[in-house]
């Protein structure tokens, strides 16, 4: 029973990291309606930041908590307001070959500036140690990913759900045009909800570097698995993303364990399944 409570816990601590990486590419789809498939490139140049901060700079893990999702964001403003804007009027083909496209971009710019090593991000002191659990010594951080996501995830739905900012947000997906009429400015609503996408790609890029380190390719990888929770869960139901998460981190998991060689056949395969039996995800509802 502890072997099981043991890969239960990582299981969920996977999921959840699943979630924090995945959750604005969500968000961005689901109110946007745009697949960025440049939502890896991004998580990719967070988890950079935070390695350039803690390794170059003030070599402070919290600090870099802070710079490389502001970057990010920052970054993402200036895709918006550039380029992306420009394509809302042309469909979802236009997005997805723009996004792709600056994937491939921001994939050279990062190994011209930080090389092809496989590198890591150091935790703080008192993120670094153990804790014990169901008789097995677990990372605290490990605990602190599950923490951090099932906080995120709370305070997204509240937002959605619970606020007026997130009635708009949901009216503006509905029917832009009304929403215009009644004098609020969408255009910037919707800028502002593709900077909050990318502030979480940058959130999630550190939050998952000292687990799953940097390496040459990891946003193109990244993107995979985001897409997979993405399509499980239902294309932008945050609700939908968090459960799809906890479910390929637990499949996952208890796969690698008990037969590591089909572990990604199993989460590939459950997807398939899922879609054969509600196409639209489990929480995902019908799109136009």
Not at 66 to 79: D, F, G, W
Not at 103 to 116: E, K, N, R
Not at 207 to 224: C, H, K, N, R, V
């Given at each position: 029973m502890?072997?099981?409570?043991?890969?239960?816990?990582?299981?969920?601590?996977?999921?959840?990291?699943?979630?924090?990486?995945?959750?604005?590419?969500?968000?961005?789809?689901?109110?946007?309606?745009?697949?960025?498939?440049?939502?890896?490139?991004?998580?990719?140049?967070?988890?950079?930041?935070?390695?350039?901060?803690?390794?170059?700079?003030?070599?402070?893990?919290?600090?870099?908590?802070?710079?490389?999702?502001?970057?990010?964001?920052?970054?993402?403003?200036?895709?918006?307001?550039?380029?992306?804007?420009?394509?809302?009027?042309?469909?979802?083909?236009?997005?997805?070959?723009?996004?792709?496209?600056l994937?491939?971009?921001?994939?050279?710019?990062?190994?011209?500036?930080?090389?092809?090593n496989?590198?890591?991000?150091?935790l703080?002191?008192?993120?670094?140690?153990?804790?014990?659990?169901f008789?097995?010594?677990?990372?605290?951080?490990?605990?602190?990913?599950?923490?951090?996501?099932?906080?995120?995830?709370?305070?997204?739905?509240?937002?959605?759900?619970?606020?007026?900012?997130?009635?708009?947000?949901?009216?503006?997906?509905?029917?832009?045009?009304?929403?215009?009429?009644?004098?609020?400015?969408?255009?910037?609503?919707?800028?502002?909800?593709?900077?909050?996408?990318?502030?979480?790609?940058?959130?999630?890029?550190?939050?998952?570097?000292?687990?799953?380190?940097?390496?040459?390719?990891?946003?193109?990888?990244?993107?995979?698995?985001?897409?997979?929770?993405?399509?499980?869960?239902?294309?932008?139901?945050i609700?939908?993303?968090?459960?799809?998460?906890?479910?390929?981190?637990?499949?996952?998991?208890?796969?690698?364990?008990?037969m590591?060689?089909?572990?990604?056949?199993?989460?590939?395969?459950?997807?398939?399944?899922?879609?054969?039996?509600k196409?639209?995800?489990?929480?995902?509802?019908?799109?136009?």
């Open positions: 502890d072997i099981i409570g043991a890969q239960l816990v990582n299981g969920v601590s996977y999921g959840l990291l699943l979630f924090v990486i995945t959750c604005g590419l969500a968000l961005v789809f689901g109110i946007l309606g745009v697949l960025n498939l440049a939502h890896g490139s991004l998580y990719m140049i967070g988890a950079y930041i935070a390695y350039s901060v803690t390794v170059n700079s003030t070599e402070n893990f919290w600090i870099a908590l802070i710079i490389a999702p502001i970057a990010v964001a920052l970054l993402s403003l200036l895709i918006e307001t550039t380029l992306l804007r420009l394509t809302y009027h042309l469909g979802h083909l236009s997005q997805v070959l723009l996004t792709f496209g994937a491939y971009v921001f994939h050279d710019l990062a190994s011209m500036v930080w090389g092809s496989v590198l890591t991000v150091a703080p002191p008192s993120l670094s140690g153990t804790t014990t659990l008789n097995q010594n677990f990372p605290t951080y490990r605990l602190v990913v599950i923490g951090i996501g099932l906080v995120l995830a709370a305070a997204l739905w509240f937002i959605q759900e619970k606020t007026r900012w997130g009635a708009i947000i949901r009216a503006g997906l509905c029917d832009k045009e009304m929403i215009s009429a009644l004098g609020i400015n969408i255009k910037l609503v919707l800028t502002i909800v593709f900077i909050i996408g990318g502030f979480l790609a940058g959130f999630g890029g550190v939050i998952a570097a000292p687990i799953l380190g940097l390496y040459p390719s990891m946003e193109f990888q990244t993107l995979i698995l985001a897409l997979v929770v993405l399509v499980i869960g239902g294309l932008g139901s609700a939908g993303t968090f459960a799809a998460s906890i479910l390929i981190g637990l499949v996952e998991t208890f796969s690698k364990y008990l590591p060689e089909l572990s990604l056949f199993l989460v590939f395969g459950l997807m398939a399944v899922i879609l054969v039996v196409p639209n995800g489990l929480l995902g509802k019908k799109v136009a």
